[in-house]
């Protein structure tokens, strides 16, 4: 999961501004998954976010997948990321991992107070998830 | 006068890059409003109405000639028709505790109101009766006179011009027709007062309400208008000091209007900075703002026709202070943020009417909403921003 974090790190750090941090997050977006219409219910929807998002959650193999999608192009590009770090992992491996290391990607300059809410829900249900997949 | 002098009078566009496209959330201040209140803070700082010392006597004398300002400016015949309040939410709360809600069993809404003209009534558990809107968002007023037919002598409170869409209703004929059924009527002119000249005596409101910040004001202070002859039928709503004549253990006798309202010690600074922006609109003049305003919308509407799917709501060209929009197939709050991240400020969301964005089956638009320091150039600079958003979501 740190690893993956570093490497969106690095990736964020080769844009000079916001706009193209944005137009790779919208990128992200574009490139991830589209739920079918049934997953996109009240059960996987997150709680707390100005717009719809939806995390639909697999088990193989005792570790964990997230399929995300969002009806915001930019939700769904940071929905993606999230996505990304924590998917392919045991619920113990995710709820050992220290959300603080996500703190690198410096998500707090290119989302408003807002959104980091938003933000901030995404991650509860990924970790509440993991924990009711102990 | 120019533009760029009223904009010279804003510290806020000094040295900064911003294009401020929502001044239908809140205004920016001009320095004078800045100045008077600071004068307060540091030269005259007293409570009002209890001092014996000539401190509270010169603050009490300034909070009650801002007083007078807001009548003047809103043309009600006597100053103690103002009441101040924290704002319009609070003034409309007001008048639903302290006269709608042991005297109206009835309460007619248009179908553009603001939630804060929609949740009071809810709580005071009246039975609420919304006006029909026409497709271009205007409202029927034949179903209007239906509800008033069907529910004489209710409360009918709308609001003057929508937030969320800049139409403008037309209040002195409702007033006029809701009169004839024997409602009273509270106009909500927290949009509009800002864009146009509001006067109660012509629009015949029995109560009205505005909210400083949106007019170049402080925040936190706004007025409630109360047409003289419904004084004797309103009750006090909260007590506390300011507002009494006598205090025993058993009972409270009241102060009149607006004393009665004014429980607590007031925004004395916000008072005085209220009236400072009134006068400063009126420097300015209404012939002005309107004309200056006109353009800008003009401006804004010209181009928004040329911007592909775009969907606008209601009659867009003749829209009072702000435009609401969406584009096909892009959700607004990426439009918000990509706009924000290009320096330019505009709403985005449901603006607080959720029941209208959902008669429209929409979650909520983009906003750009005018002050009287927007320019030509502001509007163009968010249209390019526009611009470059729409094409960074569909490449």
């Known amino acids: 999961?740190?690893?993956?974090?570093?490497?969106?790190?690095?990736?964020?750090?080769?844009?000079?501004?916001?706009?193209?941090?944005?137009?790779?997050?919208?990128?992200?977006?574009?490139?991830?998954?589209?739920?079918?219409?049934?997953?996109?219910?009240?059960?996987?929807?997150?709680?707390?976010?100005?717009?719809?998002?939806?995390?639909?959650?697999?088990?193989?193999?005792?570790?964990?997948?997230?399929?995300?999608d969002g009806d915001t192009v930019i939700v769904k590009g940071l929905a993606f990321i999230l996505a990304q770090i924590y998917s392919n992992h045991t619920p113990q491996e995710i709820l050992d991992f220290d959300r603080e290391k996500l703190k690198i990607l410096?998500?707090?300059?290119?989302?408003?107070?807002?959104?980091?809410?938003?933000?901030?829900?995404?991650?509860?249900?990924?970790?509440a998830r993991a924990k009711e997949e102990l | 006068?120019?533009?760029?002098?009223?904009?010279?009078?804003?510290?806020?566009?000094?040295?900064?890059?911003?294009?401020?496209?929502?001044?239908?959330?809140?205004?920016?201040?001009?320095?004078?409003?800045?100045?008077?209140?600071?004068?307060?803070?540091?030269?005259?700082?007293?409570?009002?109405?209890?001092?014996a010392h000539g401190?509270?006597?010169?603050?009490?004398?300034?909070y009650e000639?801002?007083?007078?300002?807001?009548?003047?400016?809103?043309?009600?015949?006597?100053?103690?028709?103002?009441?101040?309040?924290?704002?319009?939410?609070?003034?409309?709360?007001?008048?639903?505790?302290?006269?709608?809600?042991?005297?109206?069993?009835?309460?007619?809404?248009?179908?553009?109101?603001h939630h804060?003209?929609?949740?009071?009534?809810?709580?005071?558990?009246?039975?609420?009766?919304?006006?029909?809107?026409?497709?271009?968002?205007?409202?029927?007023?034949?179903?209007?006179?239906?509800?008033?037919?069907?529910?004489?002598?209710?409360?009918?409170?709308?609001?003057?011009?929508?937030?969320?869409?800049?139409?403008?209703?037309?209040?002195?004929?409702?007033?006029?027709?809701?009169?004839?059924?024997?409602?009273?009527?509270?106009?909500?002119?927290?949009?509009?007062?800002?864009?146009?000249?509001?006067?109660?005596q012509d629009l015949d409101a029995d109560f009205l309400v505005i909210s400083a910040h949106k007019l170049y004001g402080p925040t936190g202070i706004g007025a409630l208008y109360i047409k003289k002859d419904l004084h004797e039928l309103c009750k006090a709503f909260q007590g506390g000091g300011g507002a009494i004549k006598e205090v025993t253990y058993k009972n409270t006798l009241f102060m009149p209007i607006p004393y009665m309202y004014e429980?607590?010690?007031?925004?004395?600074?916000?008072?005085?900075?209220?009236?400072?922006?009134?006068?400063?609109?009126?420097?300015?003049?209404?012939?002005?703002?309107?004309?200056?305003e006109k353009e800008l919308i003009d401006y804004a509407y010209e181009n928004l026709l040329h911007v592909k799917d775009v969907i606008t709501y209601g009659d867009t060209l003749n829209a009072t202070g702000n435009i609401s929009f969406n584009i096909q197939g892009i959700h607004h709050q990426d439009l918000g943020i990509l706009l924000d991240k290009q320096k330019v400020q505009v709403r985005v969301g449901h603006h607080c009417v959720q029941p209208t964005m959902q008669s429209l089956g929409v979650e909520g638009t983009v906003r750009i909403s005018f002050g009287v320091y927007n320019t030509v150039k502001d509007v163009a600079v968010f249209f390019a921003a526009l611009k470059r958003s729409i094409e960074m979501i569909k490449a």
């Open chain 1, 106 to 127: 410096n998500l707090d300059e290119i989302i408003s107070p807002v959104r980091q809410n938003g933000f901030t829900s995404m991650l509860n249900a990924i970790y």
């Open chain 2, 55 to 62: 401190l509270g006597n010169h603050a009490t004398k300034e």
């Open chain 2, 65 to 113: 000639d801002a007083r007078q300002k807001v009548a003047d400016f809103l043309n009600a015949k006597k100053k103690d028709e103002i009441v101040f309040t924290s704002g319009a939410t609070s003034s409309i709360n007001l008048v639903a505790y302290g006269f709608v809600k042991d005297n109206f069993e009835h309460v007619i809404i248009s179908g553009l109101e």
């Open chain 1, 1 to 68: 999961m740190e690893e993956t974090v570093y490497n969106y790190k690095e990736d964020f750090e080769l844009f000079d501004d916001d706009m193209d941090k944005y137009e790779y997050i919208i990128d992200l977006g574009k490139k991830s998954v589209t739920l079918n219409e049934a997953d996109k219910n009240e059960t996987n929807k997150i709680k707390g976010c100005q717009s719809s998002v939806w995390f639909v959650v697999r088990k193989v193999d005792d570790k964990l997948f997230f399929d995300t």
């Open chain 2, 116 to 200: 804060s003209n929609i949740i009071p009534w809810q709580i005071t558990e009246k039975a609420l009766h919304v006006i029909d809107s026409k497709e271009d968002l205007s409202v029927d007023l034949e179903h209007f006179k239906s509800l008033l037919k069907k529910y004489p002598k209710s409360f009918v409170t709308l609001t003057q011009t929508s937030n969320a869409f800049g139409i403008t209703l037309p209040i002195k004929e409702m007033t006029e027709l809701a009169h004839q059924y024997g409602c009273k009527v509270l106009v909500d002119a927290a949009q509009s007062a800002v864009h146009t000249k509001v006067d109660v």
């Open chain 2, 263 to 292: 429980a607590g010690t007031q925004h004395i600074a916000g008072a005085i900075g209220f009236a400072k922006a009134l006068e400063y609109i009126d420097t300015i003049g209404f012939d002005f703002i309107q004309k200056h």
């Open chain 2, 1 to 51: 006068m120019s533009i760029n002098e009223i904009r010279d009078d804003f510290p806020f566009f000094k040295d900064n890059k911003l294009i401020y496209l929502d001044s239908g959330a809140t205004a920016q201040k001009p320095q004078v409003v800045l100045d008077v209140m600071h004068d307060y803070y540091t030269k005259y700082c007293a409570n009002i109405h209890r001092a």
